[in-house]
């Protein structure tokens, strides 16, 4: 059985770091095929992705969030970490680790989640 | 403003069909089919229901379907049910530098 389970702080202030864990079960971040990723829904609106890291350490992210980003795994704790920099109050939402199944067609990466956590709920306010 | 474009509501009756509609463009969802669609229930995380455009994982309901024309990816759902009523989010690969667009989502209200 997959689970995926995400922890982290439910309250930062406007300009801290944000650090959250993905702690999942039930598969390998080591086995080829096997990703995981971050998407994040404001209340009430929209969900938006946000960043991946797959079996071989390679990451993606968001154009409009890159430079704020920083994904990284330890498969041997199967956790996947996701960094935050520079929080605002725009950037309050319940956050999601998802296990992602990636591929490649045309030549090039692309995945769809699979299995997602219950996500958590990150206020930024001062 | 989400990149792809989705009907904020729908709504259809027990046993009826509905459809969703997801617009995007030639750089998305008319390029590659690679679509997924996600439910979404109020407070809960949301299911995967369809990939690669048409796929269904293994447990979903063939009530649920994909398809694809032009620009713009469907899904149907037929012989409605209470439960179907949820948010619907479609989701499409958008090439090697943006990756992965999501749709602003659809309510699906079953009267």
């Known amino acids: 059985q997959v689970t995926l389970r995400e922890s982290g702080p439910a309250l930062v202030k406007p300009t801290q770091t944000l650090t959250l864990t993905c702690t999942f079960s039930?598969?390998?971040?080591?086995?080829?095929?096997?990703?995981v990723s971050w998407i994040r829904q404001p209340p009430g609106k929209a969900l938006e992705w946000l960043a991946l890291?797959?079996?071989?350490?390679?990451?993606y992210y968001s154009t409009s969030l890159k430079t704020r980003l920083t994904i990284s795994k330890d498969t041997s704790k199967n956790q996947v970490v996701l960094t935050m920099t520079n929080m605002d109050p725009v950037d309050t939402a319940t956050y999601y680790c998802a296990r992602a199944l990636c591929g490649y067609s045309y030549g090039l990466p692309y995945w769809y989640f699979d299995l997602w956590g219950r996500g958590t709920l990150v206020t930024v306010s001062s | 403003q989400s990149a792809l474009t989705q009907p904020a509501s729908v709504s259809g009756s027990p046993g009826q069909s509905i459809t969703i509609s997801c617009t995007g463009t030639?750089?998305?969802?008319?390029?590659?089919?690679?679509v997924s669609w996600y439910q979404q229930h109020p407070g809960k995380a949301p299911k995967l229901m369809i990939y690669e455009g048409s796929k269904r994982p293994s447990g979903v309901s063939n009530r649920f379907s994909g398809s694809k024309s032009g620009n713009t990816a469907s899904l149907t759902i037929s012989g409605l049910q209470a439960e179907d009523e949820a948010d619907y989010y479609c989701c499409s690969y958008a090439g090697s530098s943006t990756y992965v667009v999501f749709g602003g989502g659809t309510k699906l209200t079953v009267l």
């Open positions: 030639s750089s998305d969802v008319g390029s590659y089919n690679l």
């Open positions: 039930g598969f390998s971040l080591s086995t080829s095929g096997m990703c």
């Open positions: 890291i797959d079996w071989d350490d390679d990451k």
